[in-house]
């Protein structure tokens, strides 16, 4: 058998990437399937209800996870001095673990587990496994002059490297404004003050999960942050036909073309710019394929001292209220 386990407090998201890939590993390898910590999937500070609006069929239970081998998917990190994170722990750039595939029987896999690679052959199969209950299901807001936004708040909203800024969502709406002009916007979020502070003037919610989920499922057109949540939505859509997404995704502000990480790059996803270009997949796979070659990708972990460790996050505190009150003077119509 082949598993994983649900982590305490794991976002969805990373519940789901965790999920689906080991799943699909698992069918791949001719090997049942299971999962640990099967009670904590989606309870998190997010919901407590647990996964209620699916019926996923989890795999056998694995309550000894003593009984069973683990193998953790690679990492590779590179430390610059863009923010204090990757000074201190390293910017977490990886693409697939081909040795994934090497594991052997009664195996837990544990990593970030997010490259498609792992799970995009098996997309229908997928759609089944992730179908949301009848009940649970609303095109209450699938409409064909609107567009959902995905603003992640919470701990990314103090974060320079990762909240992304105003300039990325208004090049992103006038992106979506070049498909119709007539183009409406609504924001989905975890956090309804810093979506409101980035772009005020559109309605913004953070309701049930459930309909945060289904309202990003069925939208027609999709804009979105650099968070793991809105993937599968997007990604087992029937209705979507547009998904922006910030390209170098974690590291969109900051980045001189590397990817935070590789893996996050995906089929049928356009990915923008800091100028508010858009590319595709497979443009943003060649474009990394030569950074890496050619910028070189210097794995070895720096030690910084404390003085230039502090002296990076003096900086990022200062860009942030700088770019947060540049915002509030700048407020084009929306």
Same mark, same amino acid.
């Given at each position: 058998?082949?598993? /994983? %386990?649900?982590?305490?407090?794991?976002?969805?998201?990373?519940?789901?990437?965790?999920?689906?890939?080991?799943?699909?590993?698992?069918?791949?390898?001719?090997?049942? &399937?299971?999962?640990?910590?099967?009670?904590?999937?989606?309870?998190? *500070? !997010?919901?407590?209800?647990?996964?209620?609006?699916?019926?996923?069929?989890?795999?056998?239970?694995?309550?000894?996870?003593?009984?069973?081998?683990?193998?953790?998917?690679?990492?590779?990190?590179?430390?610059?001095? @863009?923010?204090? !994170? #990757?000074?201190?722990?390293?910017?977490?750039?990886?693409?697939?673990?081909?040795?994934?595939?090497?594991?052997?029987?009664?195996?837990?896999?544990?990593?970030?587990?997010? +490259?498609?690679?792992?799970? =995009?052959?098996?997309?229908? %199969?997928?759609?089944?496994?992730?179908?949301?209950?009848?009940?649970?299901?609303?095109?209450?807001?699938?409409?064909?002059? =609107?567009?959902?936004?995905?603003?992640?708040?919470?701990?990314?909203?103090?974060?320079?490297?990762? &909240?992304?800024?105003?300039?990325?969502?208004?090049?992103?709406?006038? @992106?979506?404004?070049?498909?119709?002009?007539?183009?409406? &916007?609504?924001?989905?979020?975890?956090?309804?003050? $810093?979506?409101?502070? *980035?772009?005020?003037?559109?309605?913004?919610?953070?309701?049930? =999960?459930?309909?945060?989920?289904?309202?990003?499922?069925?939208?027609?057109?999709?804009?979105?942050?650099?968070?793991?949540? $809105?993937?599968?939505? +997007?990604?087992?859509?029937? /209705?979507?036909? /547009?998904?922006?997404?910030?390209?170098?995704?974690?590291?969109?502000?900051?980045?001189?073309?590397?990817?935070?990480?590789?893996?996050?790059?995906?089929?049928?996803?356009?990915?923008? #710019?800091?100028?508010?270009?858009? &590319?595709?997949?497979?443009?943003?796979?060649?474009?990394?394929?030569?950074?890496?070659? %050619?910028?070189?990708? #210097? /794995?070895?972990?720096?030690?910084?001292?404390?003085?230039?460790?502090?002296?990076?996050?003096?900086?990022?505190?200062?860009?942030?209220?700088? @770019?947060?009150?540049?915002?509030? =003077?700048?407020?084009?119509? *929306?």
């Amino acid at each position: 058998m082949v598993g /994983t %386990e649900f982590i305490k407090g794991q976002g969805l998201g990373n519940q789901l990437f965790c999920y689906v890939s080991a799943r699909c590993i698992a069918a791949d390898l001719g090997y049942r &399937f299971g999962t640990a910590g099967q009670e904590q999937l989606a309870v998190n *500070i !997010h919901s407590k209800k647990g996964m209620y609006f699916m019926d996923m069929d989890l795999g056998v239970p694995i309550t000894e996870k003593g009984n069973y081998k683990v193998y953790q998917e690679k990492e590779k990190r590179i430390y610059l001095k @863009n923010c204090v !994170h #990757d000074m201190v722990h390293g910017c977490y750039v990886a693409d697939e673990d081909e040795d994934i595939y090497g594991i052997g029987d009664n195996t837990l896999i544990y990593g970030n587990l997010q +490259a498609e690679k792992y799970f =995009l052959s098996h997309k229908k %199969e997928i759609k089944e496994w992730l179908k949301v209950k009848k009940e649970y299901d609303s095109y209450e807001y699938t409409r064909d002059n =609107l567009c959902i936004i995905n603003v992640r708040g919470g701990e990314y909203a103090d974060n320079l490297s990762l &909240f992304l800024r105003r300039k990325y969502w208004m090049d992103a709406i006038k @992106n979506m404004r070049s498909i119709r002009s007539d183009m409406e &916007f609504r924001i989905v979020t975890d956090d309804v003050e $810093a979506a409101r502070r *980035i772009l005020p003037g559109i309605e913004a919610y953070h309701l049930d =999960l459930d309909k945060d989920y289904v309202t990003l499922k069925n939208a027609r057109y999709l804009i979105l942050s650099n968070s793991s949540f $809105a993937f599968f939505p +997007a990604f087992t859509s029937e /209705t979507v036909k /547009t998904v922006i997404a910030p390209k170098y995704w974690a590291r969109h502000n900051v980045s001189d073309g590397y990817w935070a990480s590789g893996q996050n790059i995906y089929e049928g996803f356009l990915y923008q #710019d800091k100028m508010g270009k858009l &590319f595709d997949a497979k443009q943003c796979r060649r474009e990394w394929e030569t950074y890496k070659k %050619e910028g070189g990708m #210097d /794995t070895g972990r720096k030690k910084y001292t404390e003085r230039e460790i502090r002296t990076r996050e003096k900086a990022d505190r200062a860009l942030y209220w700088v @770019n947060k009150i540049k915002g509030r =003077l700048e407020r084009p119509y *929306i």
